[in-house]
């Protein structure tokens, strides 16, 4: 089975980059480590983005005359890009570099087509007239005369792969509608030529590729929307004239007579392709469809509409599929399960009730042989007639027992409809300790959602215990029980509420805002008492005002200092004293709403998405925050190594960057409230004061940097003292 799961925006297309329907990107390439891609788009520009936080990394481009005419790839050895622009200049610069004018560049003596990186080898270089050099050997004499391999055709798509430790490249020609695969092998060096079979009144759309055992297998989408395959072998070694491959039908994706354009092809398991693509519609109005097919069994496993229109390409990379959606590039992530006949007809009794949700193990196929198929059920045994009732009371009493112990999925969640709470949280902890469930995940999944709907039909039911119980056993997140933070959210149970934000990865922004909006509205009288993890703030909230004073005496670290902040000058003037320090250090809120606050820091968010949500705060909501993030700023200060010793405690950057959100989201409000002066004057004047220290520290690094410099270095031996004397 497959299965398309959570879906986001990577990035928007500028109009020279893709923008619009029919406006293709020039490529995407995986960057230096699973979770980067390098974008090049159809301009000026190549860029780096880092998938998960869905933000650029570095961004390069080339002079305005200048033009990109090769996707930059990542040498994976190196860690340095490679591109082509204007078809012959060749540059190569690594992530420091900013001006790619700068960077090393290598005018070469023909057209480049491609370039194709892959680990653990030099990156190929494949020329428009068919040539093949790697870089080692074209930057050792970049104005080496390059061959034509092909003469009339033009190259329509070309591959890399790594079959047996060396690398091999593929491409695809075209000519007068005839279409050839060149194979060209590195070490040794040599070139092979095929003819593709023609498929009548169709012509071929995309290519895509794989080797195993020796064996490259091309497939190939046509406008029909039929899927060829082609198997060559990779063990051979002598070329025959104007061999002809045949081919075979595969799979065919189109059920009428509608015809396929921009579309793309994707491999992704030995039995699982992807298809992306727009059909041919008479009204011009651009619709697109992403498919995931099982090509063993001819299923359709799933699909999803692009109303926005797409460009028809198609990127699979680590679980992710990359495509055009619009004006934007988006990202779908992916699962495939290994292809079985039970998961492709179903592993469910026929017997079972219908509208049941149920995880039931997998039936091993290969176990069954053909006796068994054939022999009918076995009949139950016969009870002698001289076998006592009470033996046979005491037999059915053996039998309900081991039927309890061993409660499966199916009993648990036919009980929860309608049992107590008391009886569900002791099955459910039966159930717990004794299952051995491969499919763990989707087990829980299943039964918590069966006690949120149950909730959500039933306001008085609400089994807290049972809840904490599942979310304990860290098998679950947002996407499989999206309702269960709204049902606590109701209940206004903040212990549920804080598993969850420490414990889900997918909580969406709004619902992250959602929760803060609560823990800054509930009063800190009624927390006391509630069960909530204080772990967090334990080592940092002092309880007692007499700590407070203590610590005044005590020299603060890290370049803050109270006497420094009073002397540095400020040009806002206050009407009112700011009040006593004691006061200043106290915790703004208590030590549960605290931990609740410090379970919001630890989300993790995209700032493009968090951002309109916060504006959804009141203002006297902001301050209470703001005063609590500058608390914990304070708090920060008198440490050295800028990490407070707890567990959950938010750091540094999430301390400033949720202060710096909140202070944008809500500029105009807390510029104008009176009561949020004292707290601006506050952070003003640290942040000045912490710019003066930063500063000194770099006039101290630039005089030992000039000292080391001017001074040659010396041989002391093993051990010695040196005095530096700074004037």
Not at 75 to 85: C, K, M, Q, S
Not at 148 to 155: G, K, L, P, T, Y
Not at 418 to 423: A, L, Q, R, T
Not at 647 to 671: E, G, K, R
Request: aromatic letters at 8%; hydrophobic letters at 40%; a negative charge.
């Amino acid at each position: 089975m497959a299965v398309l799961c959570e879906e986001f925006t990577l990035c928007g297309l500028t109009a020279s980059g893709g923008a619009g329907v029919g406006q293709a990107l020039l490529g995407l390439e995986p960057g230096p480590d699973p979770d980067r891609v390098l974008l090049t788009d159809r301009g000026r520009m190549a860029t780096l983005y880092q998938v998960s936080d869905q933000k650029p990394l570095g961004c390069w481009s080339v002079k305005q005359e200048q033009t990109i005419t090769c996707p930059a790839v990542c040498h994976f050895e190196t860690g340095e890009y490679i591109a082509v622009h204007d078809d012959k200049v060749l540059r190569i610069w690594k992530d420091e570099d900013v001006n790619l004018d700068k960077a090393f560049k290598a005018t070469l003596a023909a057209e480049v087509y491609r370039i194709h990186s892959l680990p653990h080898t030099e990156p190929v270089v494949l020329f428009s007239r068919g040539a093949v050099r790697t870089l080692d050997v074209l930057l050792a004499a970049p104005q080496q005369e390059i061959e034509n391999v092909i003469s009339d055709e033009v190259i329509r798509w070309s591959e890399a792969f790594m079959e047996t430790q060396q690398p091999i490249l593929i491409f695809t020609t075209e000519k007068n509608g005839n279409y050839f695969l060149y194979l060209q092998k590195i070490n040794p060096d040599s070139l092979y030529k095929y003819k593709l079979e023609q498929e009548e009144s169709f012509h071929p759309l995309c290519f895509t590729a794989f080797t195993k055992n020796k064996v490259l297998t091309l497939l190939c989408l046509y406008s029909n929307g039929c899927v060829y395959k082609t198997v060559v072998s990779l063990q051979q070694n002598v070329q025959e004239e104007e061999l002809i491959l045949s081919k075979s039908l595969l799979l065919k994706t189109v059920v009428s007579d509608t015809v396929l354009k921009a579309a793309s092809l994707a491999v992704l398991d030995k039995d699982h392709i992807a298809v992306l693509g727009c059909l041919d519609s008479p009204s011009n109005i651009a619709k697109g469809c992403l498919t995931i097919w099982n090509t063993k069994f001819q299923t359709l496993q799933t699909s999803k509409e692009l109303p926005q229109g797409t460009s028809g390409q198609l990127w699979c990379y680590g679980e992710k599929f990359f495509l055009t959606h619009g004006k934007f590039l988006t990202v779908i992530i992916y699962k495939c399960e290994t292809s079985s006949l039970a998961a492709a007809v179903g592993k469910l009794k026929a017997t079972q009730p219908s509208g049941m949700r149920t995880v039931s193990s997998y039936v091993n196929w290969n176990m069954l042989q053909e006796e068994d198929l054939a022999s009918p059920p076995p009949q139950q045994p016969v009870i002698a007639k001289n076998e006592s009732k009470r033996t046979l009371r005491s037999r059915r009493n053996s039998v309900a027992k081991v039927q309890r112990d061993t409660l499966t999925v199916e009993q648990l969640l036919s009980d929860i409809k309608d049992s107590s709470e008391k009886d569900i949280e002791e099955e459910l902890r039966q159930f717990l300790s004794n299952a051995q469930m491969s499919d763990f995940q989707a087990t829980v999944g299943y039964v918590i959602t069966g006690l949120v709907d149950r909730c959500k039909k039933e306001p008085t039911f609400y089994p807290q215990n049972c809840l904490v119980q599942l979310i304990q056993t860290q098998g679950l997140s947002y996407s499989l029980c999206p309702d269960l933070i709204t049902v606590a959210l109701e209940k206004t149970d903040v212990h549920l509420l804080q598993l969850c934000l420490q414990q889900f990865p997918d909580i969406p922004e709004a619902v992250i805002c959602a929760c803060l909006k609560a823990f800054l509205s509930i009063n800190d009288d009624s927390l006391e008492g509630t069960n909530v993890n204080l772990d967090s703030v334990i080592s940092y909230i002092d309880l007692a005002p007499n700590d407070q004073i203590e610590k005044q005496n005590e020299t603060l670290q890290n370049g803050f200092n109270s006497e420094l902040m009073e002397e540095d000058s400020c040009d806002i003037q206050l009407t009112q004293k700011p009040r006593a320090k004691e006061t200043e250090e106290l915790c703004p809120v208590g030590p549960q709403k605290a931990a609740l606050l410090n379970a919001i820091l630890h989300s993790a968010y995209s700032e493009t998405f968090l951002l309109p949500h916060l504006k959804d705060l009141s203002a006297q909501q902001v301050i209470l925050f703001l005063r609590y993030l500058h608390y914990l700023y304070m708090k920060y200060s008198e440490k050295v190594n800028m990490h407070l010793p707890c567990m959950f405690s938010p750091t540094i950057n999430q301390i400033m960057d949720w202060m710096c959100l909140v202070l944008d989201a809500h500029f105009t409000v807390v510029v104008m409230l009176p009561e949020a002066k004292g707290l601006l004057f506050s952070l003003h004047k640290f942040v000045r004061a912490q710019v003066r220290f930063y500063s000194e520290l770099n006039k101290i690094e630039g005089s030992l940097q000039e000292l080391q410099r001017i001074k040659p270095q010396k041989d002391f031996g093993l051990y010695s003292i040196e005095m530096l004397e700074l004037v």
